[in-house]
């Protein structure tokens, strides 16, 4: 798969709109380290850690990571990460929409970070799935 054009990349649109992802990608994975380490903080208080709560919190830290990873590398051009950052930010969305919907799953205070967390995830997906970037990055 072929790159975008730096001259596309630097419009300022599309500049717009990747600082805008970076920043909210940013934002989630810093709120989901700062659990992580909460989490390890707490990690005597079983009622507000367990074992459900250090797998999700995990999952969601290497998740975290990823995403940045496609955002950065999407906004040099590559393709395949905006493929994967648009996939992957989607699937995250509506895993923790169900985290926070299913009742008793896991503590109200992991809930409300989730959903902290999942208003970042919907900005991500706004944007790139907004007609600028997918414009940007299709076929020629």
């Given at each position: 798969?072929?790159?975008i054009?730096?001259?596309?990349?630097?419009?300022?649109?599309?500049?717009?709109?990747?600082?805008?992802v970076?920043?909210?990608?940013?934002?989630?994975?810093g709120?989901?380290?700062?659990t992580?380490?909460?989490?390890?903080?707490?990690?005597?208080?079983?009622?507000?850690?367990?074992?459900?709560?250090?797998v999700?919190?995990?999952?969601?830290?290497?998740s975290?990571?990823?995403?940045?990873?496609?955002?950065?590398?999407?906004?040099?051009?590559?393709?395949?990460?905006?493929?994967?950052?648009?996939?992957?930010?989607?699937?995250?969305?509506?895993?923790?929409v169900?985290?926070?919907a299913?009742?008793?799953?896991?503590?109200?205070?992991?809930?409300?970070?989730?959903?902290?967390?999942?208003?970042?995830?919907?900005?991500?997906?706004?944007v790139?799935?907004?007609?600028?970037?997918?414009?940007?990055?299709?076929?020629?």
């Open positions: 798969m072929t790159a054009s730096a001259q596309a990349l630097e419009q300022p649109q599309s500049r717009s709109a990747f600082r805008v970076r920043g909210l990608v940013g934002g989630y994975l709120l989901s380290v700062l992580l380490v909460a989490i390890f903080l707490m990690r005597d208080n079983k009622t507000m850690v367990t074992d459900a709560v250090w999700r919190a995990t999952i969601v830290v290497a975290a990571l990823l995403t940045l990873s496609f955002a950065v590398r999407a906004a040099r051009g590559s393709r395949r990460a905006f493929l994967r950052l648009r996939i992957v930010s989607g699937v995250m969305l509506v895993a923790i169900v985290i926070v299913l009742p008793g799953a896991f503590p109200v205070w992991l809930r409300i970070e989730q959903g902290v967390c999942g208003l970042a995830l919907l900005g991500v997906v706004l790139v799935n907004g007609r600028h970037l997918r414009a940007l990055f299709a076929r020629s």
